[in-house]
């Protein structure tokens, strides 16, 4: 693959999950995530982010990733109303700095593993934040660990079976 292409839709893919995640949230509220669960609508993209983080890390580089945390907590920032941009952009920041010093050491481990292990800590981290910060409540934590835990199992096969694909054609 193209990483002249490549890193930069993993940077802008991982950036514009950010204000998604806010609209998402504003626009629908809780929505249903399975077994039961709701959660707040913006759970799928804050899922999709910590994958994209650990893409971006890969084909874009450590510096790049930085950058592409900052432009994402200053984007919800100023996205959002004041209480869910608060909520939102301390949890982004926390929990995917969370994500990246879980993944940093690990990468070497393999990709699959990586992403798993800091995908959990930076889940649970953004959750735990986002949903004391912006509702004072842990009420929707069972949906936003489930939802989010969703998306990077669909990522993760997503990546694996493209691997598998490009290891057989290789």
């Given at each position: 693959m193209n990483r002249a292409f490549t890193a930069p839709a993993a940077l802008v893919g991982y950036i514009a999950t950010i204000p998604a995640a806010n609209i998402a949230v504003e626009h629908f509220?809780?929505?249903?995530?399975?077994f039961g669960y709701l959660a707040p609508a913006g759970v799928y993209m804050v899922g999709l982010a910590l994958v994209l983080r650990d893409v971006a890390r890969e084909v874009a580089g450590i510096s790049a990733v930085l950058f592409a945390i900052a432009a994402g907590t200053v984007l919800s920032w100023f996205l959002?109303?004041?209480?869910l941009a608060m909520a939102s952009s301390t949890?982004?920041?926390l929990?995917?700095?969370?994500?990246f010093a879980?993944?940093?050491?690990?990468r070497r481990r393999g990709l699959l593993t990586a992403m798993l292990a800091s995908n959990a800590v930076g889940m649970l981290a953004d959750s735990?934040?986002?949903l004391w910060l912006a509702f004072h409540s842990?009420?929707?934590?069972?949906?936003?660990l489930l939802g989010k835990a969703w998306m990077t199992l669909a990522a993760v096969a997503v990546i694996a079976a493209w691997r598998q694909r490009r290891a057989v054609t290789a």
């Amino acid at each position: 693959m193209n990483r002249a292409f490549t890193a930069p839709a993993a940077l802008v893919g991982y950036i514009a999950t950010i204000p998604a995640a806010n609209i998402a949230v504003e626009h629908f509220g809780a929505v249903p995530v399975g077994f039961g669960y709701l959660a707040p609508a913006g759970v799928y993209m804050v899922g999709l982010a910590l994958v994209l983080r650990d893409v971006a890390r890969e084909v874009a580089g450590i510096s790049a990733v930085l950058f592409a945390i900052a432009a994402g907590t200053v984007l919800s920032w100023f996205l959002a109303t004041p209480l869910l941009a608060m909520a939102s952009s301390t949890a982004f920041l926390l929990s995917e700095l969370l994500d990246f010093a879980v993944y940093e050491p690990l990468r070497r481990r393999g990709l699959l593993t990586a992403m798993l292990a800091s995908n959990a800590v930076g889940m649970l981290a953004d959750s735990l934040l986002f949903l004391w910060l912006a509702f004072h409540s842990f009420q929707y934590l069972p949906g936003q660990l489930l939802g989010k835990a969703w998306m990077t199992l669909a990522a993760v096969a997503v990546i694996a079976a493209w691997r598998q694909r490009r290891a057989v054609t290789a």
